[in-house]
């Protein structure tokens, strides 16, 4: 048996005198500084503070942001779903301004409630950011109209499960972030009256699954757009050369398009892009390219469709990125160069061996190798001959270049590795400040 000596049981009151004071002092803090600290604590452990005392009973009604989160696990197969939880806690919730709500019900949610109704309780709040991603067994639902009148929202991601059916009624005036993941278009003419409904529109984010057949003509046209991400799941095979992406947005700033569904792609006057990336396989308006001149920084994957497309000079591009894909890459990057006066950095991305390579030594040599290339990097170098031929033109020919970098695959031979580098290392260098580097990783 053990006895608590006069000593320990001093100091076991002096403990509960201390975490009685702290408590005291939390207690005593005002009602908004309280919410301000809930802030950064999980919603699920906001309510539970309920049974702290009366007064912290009300407090979270106050928190202006709620998180509800399905956690699916293969553990526990009899899993609940947060729906409960979250349709009894916004019931309560009391905050005027709701500042953010972010709900992900995945396949535990039960199928038969109505989700919508949520959505515009939000609404009511002054709702300013919602993300809301839907993933149950149901079929795809369709948003409450007035969340499309909403005049507080600034921030919308939509996924999955969800229909963009949009009303004529449609009015965000303060929408300036869309993310659309995966949802499902009721057709072309919700996206369109959506998008032109959006006033000040700055950044777009849309990616489109495969099943994602309703929509024909993908329209974006808007004003105020600045950046733009697009990625369609499509594969090529299922491609009916009757759909489109179309693309109007003079203020566009950044632009990344990465379609690989074979539909045609054009794009408007872009007189404002700073930084673009096209990875399309299509039959490509032919002016694309002469639409994004003005990029300082620009990343394609070389095709001989998209070369043809090339304008006379691209004025203020610095960096090139290019991810090879046919045997006719090196010459089509060659075309690349002789317009890219100013090029300073070029990065080349080989996904995979490509033989045989058409390569024939140019006979003039272009301007920016001549007087600005500084940077050059080869990722998946292969060390084949037409490759080991272009490597050498680009190193004798780059007057102002200060660092090569190649990055390689792991061979299965150390000998191997040590001879490409040290080949690399004998080639001819214009520039004496050069430095070649190398870096081998696994397969």
């Not at 100091?11 to 301000?36: F, G, H, M, T, W």
């Not at 569904?261 to 872009?270: A, F, H, L």
């Not at 920016?368 to 170098?381: D, V």
């Not at 004798?396 to 040590?418: G, Q």
Request: proline share 5%; with cysteine; net charge neutral.
């Amino acid at each position: 048996m053990i006895y608590a000596t006069e000593k320990t049981q001093e100091v076991i009151i002096s403990q509960s005198v201390r975490e009685r004071n702290c408590e005291d002092r939390i207690s005593a803090l005002p009602d908004d500084l309280l919410v301000k600290i809930l802030l950064f604590v999980p919603t699920k452990n906001i309510v539970t503070t309920v049974i702290l005392s009366k007064r912290w009973r009300t407090i979270w009604t106050e928190v202006p942001r709620l998180e509800y989160e399905d956690i699916v696990s293969n553990i526990n197969s009899e899993q609940k779903s947060v729906w409960w939880f979250l349709e009894k806690s916004l019931q309560l919730h009391k905050a005027p301004i709701l500042e953010s709500l972010c709900i992900q019900l995945k396949e535990i949610c039960p199928t038969n409630v109505d989700v919508a109704k949520l959505v515009a309780q939000a609404v009511d709040r002054s709702l300013r950011r919602l993300l809301f991603h839907l993933s149950w067994l149901a079929k795809p639902t369709s948003m409450p109209n007035r969340l499309y009148t909403c005049e507080t929202l600034t921030e919308m991601e939509l996924f999955n499960k969800i229909i963009l059916d949009v009303p004529p009624s449609v009015c965000l005036p303060s929408l300036a972030k869309l993310f659309l993941f995966c949802v499902v278009y009721k057709d072309d003419v919700s996206l369109v009256r959506l998008l032109s409904n959006c006033p000040v529109l700055r950044i777009l984010l849309v990616i489109r699954s495969e099943e994602d057949g309703n929509v024909k003509k993908y329209t974006v046209k808007v004003p105020s757009l600045e950046e733009f991400t697009y990625l369609y799941k499509r594969p090529l095979s299922l491609a009916e050369n009757t759909r489109s992406l179309v693309l109007d947005c003079p203020a566009l700033t950044k632009l990344s398009i990465n379609d690989h569904s074979g539909d045609s792609c054009s794009i408007g006057n872009m007189p404002s892009i700073v930084r673009a990336e096209l990875s399309t396989f299509c039959y490509p308006d032919k002016k694309i390219l002469r639409h994004i001149s003005s990029a300082t920084s620009l990343s394609l994957t070389l095709t001989e469709e998209l070369v043809m497309c090339r304008p006379d000079n691209f004025s203020q591009l610095v960096d090139l990125t290019i991810t090879p894909c046919d045997s006719g890459w090196l010459e089509q990057l060659m075309l690349m160069l002789k317009i890219n006066n100013e090029l300073q950095s070029l990065t080349i991305k080989s996904s995979y061996i490509i033989t045989p390579l058409l390569w024939n030594k140019p006979g003039h040599v272009p301007k920016c190798l001549a007087s600005h290339l500084e940077f050059f990097k080869w990722r998946s170098y292969n060390d084949i001959k037409e490759e080991r031929e272009f490597v050498a033109y680009i190193l004798a020919n780059s007057k102002c270049l200060k660092k090569a970098e190649f990055v390689m695959p792991n061979s299965k031979n150390i000998y191997d590795e040590n001879n490409i580098c040290e080949e690399l290392k004998s080639m001819f260098k214009i520039s004496p400040s050069c430095q070649i580097t190398f870096t081998f990783i696994p397969i």
